[in-house]
C-alpha cells in the first residue's frame, strides 16, 4: 500500500514562490517516477512536472522557467518549488507515484494565488 502526503500549499500573491513536499512511504521509492499534476475547478487534471529514477524531468510547457522539480531518494521526498507565480496557477496540486502501470495519488494541498 502506498501513502503520499503533501504539504506546502497555500495563499500567495501573484510574482511569489512556494515550495510544495510530497513524503512518501510504503514503496521503494527510488523505483517510482514521481511527479506534480494540478486541478482548478472545472478543468481536467494536468501534468505540471515529473521526475524519473534517473533523474529526468519534464515540464508542462506553462511552467518551464517557472517551476522545478526534485527529489530526495533518501528522505523519500519529492519537491515542487513554484517560482513567479500567477493566479492561472490556483488549483489543487497532487503528488503521484508511478512504476509500470502502478499509479498512486496523494490528497493533494490547495495553492491559491491571489492579491
Known amino acids: 500500500q502506498v501513502q503520499l502526503v503533501e504539504s506546502g500549499g497555500g495563499l500567495v500573491q501573484p510574482g511569489g514562490s512556494l515550495r510544495l513536499s510530497c513524503a512518501a512511504s510504503?514503496?521503494?521509492?527510488?523505483?517510482?517516477?514521481m511527479g506534480w499534476y494540478r486541478q482548478a475547478p472545472g478543468n481536467p487534471r494536468e501534468l505540471v512536472a515529473t521526475i524519473t529514477t534517473g533523474g529526468t524531468t519534464n515540464y508542462a510547457d506553462s511552467v518551464k522557467g517557472r517551476f522545478t522539480i526534485f527529489r530526495d531518494n533518501a528522505k523519500n521526498m519529492v519537491y515542487l518549488q513554484m517560482n513567479s507565480l500567477a493566479p492561472e496557477d490556483t488549483a489543487v496540486y497532487y503528488c503521484?507515484?508511478?512504476?509500470?502501470?502502478?499509479?498512486?495519488w496523494g490528497q493533494g494541498t490547495q495553492v491559491t494565488v491571489s492579491s
Open positions: 510504503r514503496i521503494n521509492f527510488r523505483f517510482y517516477t
Open positions: 503521484s507515484a508511478e512504476s509500470g502501470v502502478y499509479r498512486s
